[in-house]
């Protein structure tokens, strides 16, 4: 029986580090499971994770039912109050039973106070750079030419028409 090499050298994987570090930190604001907090637009939909964030679940004393708080902006507090049944079903389908029986909406200001700042701006997806004009390719080449190894030279060009397109654009 042959044992099997590993392929990672002792290195392990950020997620398997920081799984107690996450999992303690959404514990502490009631969320037993994380995938709440980390999966948000995805659970709630892209409309309402576009307008909210989950800041904590509470529990009542009988143990019957957990009251999930939503924080968003003032402006958009009515647009997701319509939604708030919806929004309970799908953390209920994550739970797999019926745990959030109140969603409660919290209100702040567009830049918040000190605990309140919540950017509610997703990350744009990345899009394709643009690709250097023939002229940028040019001025780069030329002035790549003293370069002696084909390898670096290549290299260089490279880098000098994606520094030149990017100056550009600006």
Known sequence: ?????????????????LQGNIRQASESRGFAQSRVLTHWAE???????????????????QGFGATLTL????????MLEMQKEQIR??????????????VRITQT??????EGQADFN?????????????EQVTRARTATTEIGD??????????GANVLSKSERR
Request: proline content about 9%; overall charge positive; cysteine-free.
């Open 1 to 17: 029986m042959t044992r099997r090499k590993t392929s990672t050298f002792g290195f392990a994987h950020t997620a398997k580090l």
């Open 43 to 61: 659970i709630a939909g892209p409309e309402a994770a576009a307008m909210s964030r989950p800041v904590e679940i509470s529990y009542g004393r």
């Open 71 to 78: 924080l968003t902006t003032g402006a958009m507090a009515p």
């Open 89 to 102: 079903a799908r953390i209920n389908a994550v739970y797999g039973y019926n745990a959030v029986t109140r």
């Open 109 to 114: 200001a567009a830049v918040g106070f000190a």
């Open 122 to 134: 997703h990350r744009p997806k990345p899009t394709e750079k643009p690709k250097p004009s023939p």
């Open 150 to 159: 084909a390898g670096l030279r290549a290299a260089l060009e490279r880098l």
